[in-house]
Every structure is written in structure tokens, then in C-alpha cells.
Nanobody, 122 residues
């Protein structure tokens, strides 16, 4: 089995910072991309940022220049540093990893964390 466990969400004032972490564990063979998505009730889940195994990154326009995604491959962990937070960043943030397991080493599937709430007050 594979687990993605997120941490670091919470309540912060506008202009503040938070750092999210997500650690993948279990029967993992290889991790391709890791990323963060967010969801606001009534809206579709949207991509926030993604990072490849080679550390190439891609960001949503709305967070470009404010958020930074990084990963520690040795720890199977991805981070999201969020600065200059705005009330519109309020959402549940989900970690994603596209990975293969030891049982199926060359088949990659998406796995998700349980979500962590980020609330930015004005």
C-alpha cells in the first residue's frame, strides 16, 4: 500500500506564509511527478504546482512568484512554500504523486493525500 501524508496547513493572515509538506510511504518503486492541487467547494480542483523527478516545475498563473514547490527524493517528500498569501488562496490543498509500486514497477498511477485546510483571513 501507498500513503501520502500531508502537514502544515492552518490559519494565517493575508500576507503571511505557510509551508506544506507531503511524505509518500509504502511499497513505492519509483516516483515520477509530485504536485499540489487545491479545491474550493463549488469549484473544480485546480493544479497549484507540480515538480518532476528532475526538478522541473510548473505553476498556476495565480501563484507564480508567490509559491515555490520543491522535493526531497531521498525522503519521497514534496513541499510547497506559500508566501504573500491571499484570501483567495483559501482551499483544501491535496498532495499528488504519480508513482509505481514494487509489484508493478513500470505502471504509474496517481495517488492522493487526504487534504489539508489552508485558510487565509483578510
Amino acid at each position: 500500500q501507498v500513503q501520502l501524508v500531508e502537514s502544515g496547513g492552518g490559519l494565517v493572515q493575508a500576507g503571511g506564509s505557510l509551508r506544506l509538506s507531503c511524505a509518500a510511504s509504502g511499497n513505492i518503486f519509483s516516483i515520477n511527478t509530485m504536485g499540489w492541487y487545491r479545491h474550493v467547494p463549488g469549484k473544480q480542483r485546480e493544479l497549484v504546482a507540480v515538480i518532476s523527478s528532475g526538478a522541473s516545475t510548473n505553476y498556476a498563473d495565480s501563484v507564480e512568484g508567490r509559491f515555490t514547490i520543491s522535493r526531497d527524493n531521498a525522503k519521497n517528500t514534496v513541499y510547497l512554500q506559500m508566501n504573500s498569501l491571499k484570501p483567495e488562496d483559501t482551499a483544501v490543498y491535496y498532495c499528488n504523486a504519480r508513482l509505481s509500486t514494487r509489484a508493478r514497477q513500470y505502471s504509474y498511477y496517481d495517488y492522493w493525500g487526504q487534504g489539508t485546510q489552508v485558510t487565509v483571513s483578510s
